[in-house]
């Protein structure tokens, strides 16, 4: 999926092969937390996560964040998304939007 082609409130759903992951981790800055969208078979460590509860659901996307850091060296994502299985936002990793599409009603969720 194309960043340019994105456009507020379309449904997401990770392409045929990809899982979402949530990732969280505690940096010295602050505490991070994200959503991942990884191919299975390219990144074999995301395989244990391939039955959990927020692999296959979809997202909403919200648009573009503003930046919460202002010096250059910290790098953020700026992509919105609600996350329903986990009843918030999040921002999503940049280099995830290539595993991402959007929903196709006429295939089903699974």
């Known amino acids: 999926?194309?960043?340019?082609?994105?456009?507020?409130?379309?449904?997401?759903?990770?392409?045929e092969?990809?899982?979402?992951k949530h990732y969280k981790a505690q940096s010295a800055r602050d505490e991070t937390e994200h959503l991942e969208c990884y191919t299975l078979?390219?990144?074999?460590?995301?395989?244990?996560y391939?039955?959990?509860?927020?692999?296959?659901?979809?997202?909403?996307?919200?648009?573009k964040a503003a930046k919460k850091h202002t010096d250059t060296e910290y790098y953020?994502?700026?992509?919105?998304?609600?996350?329903?299985?986990l009843?918030?936002?999040?921002?999503?990793a940049s280099e995830c939007w290539r595993s991402i599409e959007p929903l196709d009603l006429g295939r089903p969720l699974q």
Request: proline fraction near 4%.
């Open 87 to 92: 009843g918030r936002e999040m921002r999503i």
């Open 17 to 20: 092969g990809a899982i979402f």
């Open 50 to 63: 391939a039955d959990h509860s927020l692999a296959k659901q979809h997202v909403v996307y919200l648009g």
């Open 41 to 48: 078979r390219s990144h074999r460590v995301y395989q244990r």
């Open 1 to 15: 999926m194309l960043v340019k082609n994105l456009k507020v409130g379309m449904l997401l759903v990770p392409k």
């Open 76 to 85: 953020e994502y700026r992509h919105r998304v609600f996350v329903p299985a």
